[in-house]
């Protein structure tokens, strides 16, 4: 997500220094993930564990009605973490960390259970891995063939994602109709599934030494913001 871009324009100077070179067939693209198989088993392990503490808060957590400022505070305490997440840290520090925002997250999102049907969330989400999935392994096919998102275009992205927040915000205070709600949502879908398709080729393209927090972060703000958009275009 946005924190990839963060981390290669101040800690990293380029995105291929001291990785791996790009793969020009399915052969070399399948000798890379064996290549990366241990660090890849890590971040998909982590990112297995932060998902499953957020849904785990979030469904034992009552649906309680909280004040604006309440909100407001939760979310300012996750930024911070985003961004403190994002500095090149030891990982024993970084995993509870990781878990800690794992439990704001579904406290923020157990919020939602106050003004959703139970079953639309189940639905979104079952609807969020399944788009994951196939991003995933779209994002393999492109580089089986030769084509990457390059650092640049995830620079795009990260301003596209500033523009869709400043008018989402703009939003808040103009008082929208649902229908340009939706279209945000929709704005946002695509941009954070292009996301999860930049994500995968930085993560087999880019050595993290051993970072796997780092990588797994990037997947994990990717699920979450596709499950809010997928939620909001199919809430009512």
């Known amino acids: ?46 990112l297995i564990v932060q998902l499953g503490i957020t849904y785990y ?49 579904g406290l923020f999102l157990s919020m939602l259970k106050t003004h959703i049907d139970q079953n639309m969330i189940q ?7 399944s ?14 063939f030769g084509v990457y998102l390059s650092n640049a275009f995830g620079i795009f992205l990260f301003w596209a994602l500033l523009l869709l927040i400043l008018f989402e915000v703009i939003s808040i205070f103009a008082g929208t109709m649902n229908l340009m709600r939706k279209g945000f949502a929709l704005i946002g879908l695509l941009i954070f599934s292009l996301y999860v398709i930049y994500d995968t080729h930085t993560i087999l393209q880019r050595n993290y030494f051993g970072d796997f927090i780092t990588a797994s972060l990037d997947y994990y703000l990717d699920i979450l913001n596709i ?10």
């Open 57 to 105: 808060t979030f469904m034992k957590t009552p649906a309680t009605k909280v004040t604006s400022m309440q909100r407001f505070g939760i979310i300012l305490l996750m930024f911070i973490m985003i961004f403190v997440l994002i500095f090149p840290l030891p990982s024993w520090i970084k995993f509870p960390l990781f878990c800690l925002f794992s439990v704001l997250q």
């Open 123 to 129: 639905l979104a989400l079952s609807g969020t891995m």
């Open 1 to 46: 997500m946005a924190n990839s871009v963060l981390y290669n324009r101040f800690f990293n100077s380029s995105l291929f220094h001291g990785g791996t070179k790009k793969t020009k067939s399915f052969n070399s693209l399948i000798s890379l993930i064996n290549d990366k198989k241990g660090f890849l088993l890590l971040v998909f392990a982590n």
């Open 131 to 144: 788009i994951f999935v196939f991003l995933f392994t779209f994002a393999l096919v492109l580089m089986g």
């Open 227 to 236: 499950f809010l958009d997928v939620l909001t275009l199919n809430n009512n």
